[in-house]
Structure formats: structure tokens, C-alpha cells
């Protein structure tokens, strides 16, 4: 497809386990992003990508969380021993990069995390 | 990082033109000032970018004044369609770009 890929669209969970969401950007895109959001809020920054490395993880609230970017392309967001509070959509976003960034990120439509 | 703030909720009615002015007091001089919408169940979608003065597309205008401590996103002749949330963003566009959304304005378009 043309736009950002993101699978699952809905995933629920217990409580204690451990989840992968995976991103698969617009072809070309060196950057990639994910974002998480609460009902009611606006997107919150979890982390971003430029090529294979995170350029700034700043935005992973805690150690459970972890994202991969092996090839420069797919991304899969991990989060270990999941808890009720990581519920919230999780979206990833990917934009040209570099010195191509024009500043348009281009978002999925979100993969919905429960955690029960 | 400059904040932003906006109003959190509109109304208004079809056919009329709305403004949603967004306040960044602390923007840096090598910041843009980006407006995203989102409807539903969607991710943000990016509307119009502009650094000062004026920029028009085919969906919206953006007003920047001269000292660029705030900007206004115009949207002309609204539908239904356009209920949606709407984010006022800024930052720089190089290597190390990345988004910080607010909560954003809520517009509502009544019939």
C-alpha cells in the first residue's frame, strides 16, 4: 500500500504479558516515529528513528518499552509485562528524513492496545 | 521546545469560515509552525506549514504575524466533514525533527 502499514489493528492482552506492534512505513522514508494516545489527548512521543537507529528515544516512559528498526524500515514497538496503564492507541508515523524532511509526518491509523 | 496553547473546543456551522488561533510564545527562530487534523479512529493528518506571513493551499490558510508568537489556521466554508481535532505544532525541520502534540481543539460543525 501507499500510506503507513500498522498491525495489529486491535490487540488485548492480559495483564504481565508481552506485546509487539509493527510499523511498516511509506517505501523511501527514512524516518520513522511512534507515538502513543490516551482518550482525549493528543499523540505523545515514544521514540524516533532516522535509517537503523533511534535517534531519540527520549519519550519511552520506562524500560518495558523498547522499539527496533533493524533494516532501516519495518519497526516493531515492544513492551514487556504489560500493565492496564500501557492501554492507548499506539501510532507510528514516518516522513522523508534528513536533509529531504519537509516536516509532514505521515501516521498509520493506530493499533489499539488493551491491556485487561 | 516551544508550547503551544489553544482553545480546547469550537462550534460552529456549516458553511462558515472558522479560525482557530494557536499562542507560541517561546517559538525559536528556526522553528515551523505545523497544524495537523485528526478525525476518529485515525491518525493526525498534516493540513498546512508555514514559517511567517501567510500560506494558503487548497484546504486551509495559515496566518502568522510578524513577531510569530501566535498563528491562526483559517478554514473556509467548513462542512460536517470537518469535525475533527485539530493540533497546532512547533519545531525545527532538520535531522533531528520530531513532533510534540498538544491536546489540541476540538471542532464541532453543526448543521
Known amino acids: 500500500g501507499a500510506g503507513v502499514s500498522q498491525t495489529p489493528s486491535n490487540k488485548v492482552t492480559e495483564k504481565g504479558k508481552y506485546v509487539e506492534l509493527r510499523c511498516d512505513p511509506i517505501?523511501?522514508?527514512?524516518?520513522l516515529y511512534w507515538y502513543r494516545q490516551s482518550l482525549g489527548q493528543g499523540p505523545e512521543f515514544l521514540i524516533y528513528?532516522?535509517?537503523?537507529?533511534?535517534?531519540?528515544d527520549s519519550g519511552l516512559p520506562n524500560d518495558r518499552f523498547f522499539a527496533v528498526r533493524p533494516e532501516g524500515s519495518v519497526s516493531t514497538l515492544k513492551i514487556q509485562r504489560t500493565e492496564r496503564g500501557d492501554s492507548a492507541v499506539y501510532l507510528c508515523a514516518s516522513s522523508l528524513g534528513g536533509q529531504a524532511n519537509t516536516g509532514e509526518l505521515f501516521f498509520g491509523e493506530g493499533s489499539r492496545l488493551t491491556v485487561l | 521546545l516551544a508550547k503551544t496553547t489553544q482553545p480546547i473546543s469550537m462550534d460552529s456551522y456549516e458553511g462558515q469560515e472558522v479560525n482557530i488561533t494557536c499562542s507560541h510564545n517561546?517559538?525559536?527562530?528556526?522553528?515551523?509552525i505545523t497544524w495537523y487534523q485528526q478525525f476518529p479512529s485515525q491518525g493526525p493528518r498534516f493540513i498546512i506549514q508555514?514559517?511567517?506571513t501567510k500560506v494558503t493551499n487548497e484546504v486551509a490558510s495559515l496566518f502568522i504575524p510578524a513577531d510569530r508568537k501566535s498563528s491562526t489556521l483559517s478554514l473556509p466554508r467548513v462542512s460536517l466533514s470537518d469535525t475533527a481535532v485539530y493540533y497546532c505544532l512547533v519545531g525545527m525541520m532538520d535531522s533531528s525533527y520530531k513532533l510534540i502534540f498538544g491536546s489540541g481543539t476540538r471542532l464541532l460543525v453543526r448543521p
Open positions: 528513528f532516522q535509517g537503523t537507529g533511534a535517534a531519540d
Open positions: 508555514g514559517y511567517k
Open positions: 517505501s523511501g522514508h527514512t524516518a
Open positions: 517561546n517559538i525559536a527562530t528556526n522553528d515551523y
